[in-house]
C-alpha cells in the first residue's frame, strides 16, 4: 500500500515562505504556497530603471549570514563584494557630544555581548531594560539635539526604519548579538536576492499559486482548512503562515490566536521605508555615498549611472534627485513599502517591553499552524533573518507530522 505524502500549505511566497516550502519538499512532503500577488520574493523584487536594473527591497548581506549564503549556494546563486553600504557613522559631532555617541555605541555592544542569542530574555533584568528606548538613554545622559539627530539619522533613517524614540535599546542589542550585520553588508547577489526568489520558485515548481490571497484559517484538530478571498478553500495537515504581522491582522484564525500573538498583531511596527532609483546618461558627479537626514544616497553597485536612495522613518518621502545632482534623471522608480499592499512596512522594530512579552514568542506553534518569517527568528530583519525563519518553520512542521 502507498502512503500519500503529508500535504502542508505555506501562506506567503516572500523569501521566508520559499524557504520552508523548499525545505518541506525536500523532507518528502507534498506543498503547496499561495501567494496574495502576482509574483514571488515579497520584498525580494527587482524592477527595471530604464535600461538599468534595481534592487527595490533588500539589497546586501553580510559575510556572516551563513543561513542565507548556504542556501544561495545550493541553488546556485552566486555572490558578488563591493563596499559595504553604510560606513562608520561620520557627523559634525566632536568633543562630549561624540564621545556620548560613542558611548551609546559601546553601551549597545557591550550589551550585545552578554545576552544569548537565542534566548535574551533570560538575562536578569531583561524586562526592565527592555522598557528603555535609544533616545530614552541618550536624553538621560543629557544628549544635545545634535547627538540626537545624529542617532535618529544613523540608526533610524538609514538603517532601522522606525524613530529611536519608539525603538528598545535592549531589542536593538539582541538584533546585534543574534548576527545583525558584523562584518558589515558588502556582499550582493548576482541577479539581486530576486535570483533567490526565481531560484526557490523553481525548484517548487507549479506548487506556487500566485493571486490567491488569503483571508482565514481554521484549525478543525485533524486538518486545517485555509479560507481563499474568491471563497475557495484549501486543506493540509499543517499550515505555515510566513506573512508580516500586519498582514495577520487581517486574517481570521479559529480557533482564535492566544493572547500573546494577538497583542502582537496589534503592537507590531513595522518601519517606513521608501526606496527610489535615478538612472543618468552619466555616472554623477557627486561624492557618494551621501548620509544625511534625507537618508542615504549611494551609487549602485552593478550600474554606475544608477543612482540610490534608503530613506526610513521621518525620511521617508519623496525625494529631489535632479537637485541633488545637479541633472534631470533619464529614468525613475520609486517604491514606498509602507503602502505597498502585502507588505505594510519594512521589517519588525520592537519597541519598549516588545522583546520580553512576546517578542521572543513568535515561534511557537498554534495547534497545526507555524510560523515562519524573520520575525520568528533571533534576526528580525534582513534576507538572513527571513531565511533562518522559514528553515526554523519547516524544521517544526516536518517533526510534527
Known sequence: MVTAAPRVVVIGAGLSGLTAAYRLLQGGVDVFVLEARDRVGGRAWRIPVGSAWFDAGCELLDAEHHALLRLASELGVETAGGRPWVEEPGSDL???????????????????????????????????????????????????????????????????????????????????????????????????????????????????????????????????????????????????????????????????????????????????????AALFDEPPRVSLPAVGAEGIVYSSGEDPRLVVRFAGGAAARAFDFAGHVGEEPRAHRCVDWTREAWSRGSYLILGPGHLTTWGHRLGEPHGRIRFAGAERSTLKSYMEGAVRGGEAAAEEALAAL
Open 94 to 276: 566632536d568633543g562630549a557630544e561624540l564621545d556620548l555617541y560613542h558611548e551609546l555605541e559601546a553601551e549597545i555592544a557591550a550589551l550585545a555581548g552578554l545576552l544569548d542569542p537565542e534566548h535574551p530574555e533570560q538575562l536578569e533584568g531583561a524586562a526592565e531594560l527592555d522598557r528603555e528606548t535609544i533616545a530614552g538613554w541618550l536624553a538621560g545622559r543629557g544628549a544635545s539635539s545634535r547627538v540626537l539627530e545624529a542617532a535618529e539619522t544613523w540608526i533610524a533613517v538609514v538603517s532601522s526604519s522606525v524613530p529611536t524614540t519608539e525603538m528598545s535599546r535592549f531589542a536593538y542589542a539582541a538584533k546585534i548579538a543574534a548576527g545583525a550585520a558584523p562584518t558589515g553588508l558588502s556582499l550582493r547577489f548576482v541577479g539581486g536576492p530576486t535570483a533567490i526568489a526565481g531560484r526557490l520558485a523553481d525548484e517548487l515548481g507549479g506548487r506556487v499559486r500566485l493571486g490567491s490571497p488569503v483571508v482565514g484559517l481554521e484549525d478543525g484538530g485533524n486538518e486545517v482548512s485555509v479560507r481563499l478571498a474568491d471563497g475557495g478553500t484549501d486543506r493540509a495537515m499543517l499550515a505555515v503562515v510566513a506573512v508580516p504581522l500586519t498582514l495577520q491582522r487581517e486574517l481570521r484564525f479559529d480557533p482564535p490566536l492566544p493572547e500573546y500573538r494577538s497583542r502582537a498583531i496589534v503592537e507590531a511596527r513595522y518601519g517606513e521605508v521608501l526606496k527610489e
